[in-house]
């Protein structure tokens, strides 16, 4: 650049040029991509510089900030970046973003559980124009809606998402039993403490502390937060997940009893073997924190413990056990063993070899815990 421009002179300039020199409040000369590194003294203490491709391009030095603030507006980047903004949405007040939400039927939701005081609303303290982060939850990720100058106007933002309009219209416990029976869904019991399957109680959430989540690819997955157990049990039966665990479990044959589960080794010709550990039946733990399946049957595969499925009675785990297409050879002296009576010591005397064993890792069990506990 030929000669110095003084701040007044550079401010004159950009008009004749009708271009605009971004403000920024995260440094200390005020202006975007100037920079002032001193000492006092200097005759061109700001530099003028862009990120371009995730590099820092150096575009010169300066007498003053307004000067090399010109520079960086005549770049070909910021010109883009000044059309972007002119085409922007005019920034919404705090006053004006409640008006606007109450025009369109929206609801800028409350929350006590942040400093900003809306759900879905975040600060960032590095930003100080547009402190104000707009986040929801999509797909079991956290996505990130927009930065905006107050709380309100990111609240706003939220608002209209397809996430927050579906927020705003929370449903009662009635409501949610009622819309699953209209969709033809089942909310899972549980004897966990909200009462529902994989629905799990968040106390530090005073206006949505229930918790929807299932397991999705060995990862657990957060799908929303409710007002009530019912609807978080809803968002859940809705689920992929529960729809498969659904049809699984309508092609599953019905359990049997004590007395059909002897009557059908029989008729295979099966031997129910009997230990006397706490089940009473070889090869079968008790897992008292399922309720509705407590019997566990287990073999092992190449040293490696193999579940071979969850039944309501030891008679039936059994028979899964007497099916396996290798049953444990035993000699004279594991049988005198087995007889011992000793749990802690039953994996390491009750311990055989399955060669074809089918290994069952059924990420929707009825085993809660493994969700909900925290």
């Known amino acids: ?195 529902y399957f994989r629905v799990k109680l968040n106390l530090s959430c005073k206006t949505n502390p229930f918790l929807a989540q299932v397991w999705r690819g060995r990862k657990k997955v957060h799908l929303g937060s409710f007002a009530t157990a019912e609807e978080a049990a809803l968002c859940v039966a809705r689920s992929p997940e529960a729809q498969a665990a659904v049809v699984r479990a309508a092609a599953a044959p019905a359990p049997l009893t004590s007395e059909e589960a002897r009557q059908q080794a029989q008729a295979e010709g099966l031997a129910l073997r009997v230990s006397k550990n706490k089940t009473g039946a070889f090869s079968v733990k008790l897992n008292l924190s399922c309720k509705t399946k407590p019997f566990q049957a287990q073999a092992t595969r190449g040293r490696k413990k193999v579940h071979l499925g969850g039944f309501a009675t030891a008679e039936e785990t059994a028979l899964c056990v007497a099916r396996s297409p290798a049953p444990p050879f035993v000699n004279a002296e594991r049988v005198a063993s087995d007889d011992s009576g000793d749990d802690a010591g039953e994996e390491g005397e009750e311990e055989f070899e399955v060669l074809d064993a089918v290994e069952v890792l059924d990420a929707w069990s009825d085993d809660d815990n493994a969700m909900v506990s925290s």
């Open 1 to 195: 650049m030929s000669g110095k421009l003084t701040s007044e002179v550079a401010l004159q300039q950009a008009q004749t040029e009708e271009l605009t020199l971004l403000r920024s409040d995260n440094n200390k000369t005020r202006y975007l991509g100037v920079y002032y590194l001193g000492p006092p003294g200097r005759s061109k203490p700001y530099q003028a510089r862009l990120s371009l491709g995730g590099k820092l391009v150096h575009l010169g030095y300066f007498s003053t900030a307004e000067e090399a603030a010109l520079c960086v507006a005549r770049s070909p980047e910021q010109r883009v970046a000044a059309k972007r903004a002119a085409a922007a949405p005019a920034l919404v007040s705090d006053k004006e973003a409640p008006q606007q939400a109450q025009a369109k039927g929206l609801v800028l939701r409350l929350s006590k559980s942040n400093q900003t005081g809306y759900v879905g609303v975040r600060i960032n303290q590095r930003s100080r124009s547009k402190p104000y982060q707009a986040n929801v939850w999509r797909g079991g990720k956290s996505v990130n809606l927009g930065a905006f100058a107050n709380a309100e106007e990111a609240a706003l933002c939220v608002a209209r998402s397809p996430e927050g309009g579906r927020a705003a219209a929370a449903l009662t416990s009635e409501e949610a039993r009622q819309q699953a029976q209209a969709e033809g869904l089942t909310l899972r019991v549980s004897k966990n403490k909200t009462g």
